[in-house]
């Protein structure tokens, strides 16, 4: 999945911690568009880290979805049509 930040504003975090335990700046927060379709509301603009993340559980509640973890990708899936609305590919051990 790729993505990019639009409507950036004043984020409602200035830090985050990753999971070494540093803090890292966060730069704006705003909306991404995977399409014309799907769209994702208040996520943070982090360009300190190497790869874009996307948090799981926020991303299943706001999209009322479930992701499909295989070994080479992964599927989101929307709980009450049962249809794919979003596939990654692993990289890197990332999805």
Do not use: W
Request: proline share 3%; aromatic share 10%; glycine share 8%.
């Amino acid at each position: 999945m790729t993505h990019d930040f639009n409507n950036l504003s004043t984020p409602v975090k200035t830090h985050i911690e990753t999971t070494s335990g540093e803090l890292v700046a966060v730069q704006g927060e705003g909306s991404i568009f995977f399409s014309k379709e799907l769209k994702l509301e208040n996520y943070f603009y982090v360009p300190a880290l190497s790869s874009k993340l996307l948090s799981i559980s926020q991303v299943t509640k706001e999209l009322n979805c479930v992701v499909l973890m295989f070994p080479t990708f992964c599927l989101l899936q929307d709980i009450l049509t049962k249809e794919i609305i979003g596939r990654g590919t692993e990289r890197g051990g990332l999805y």
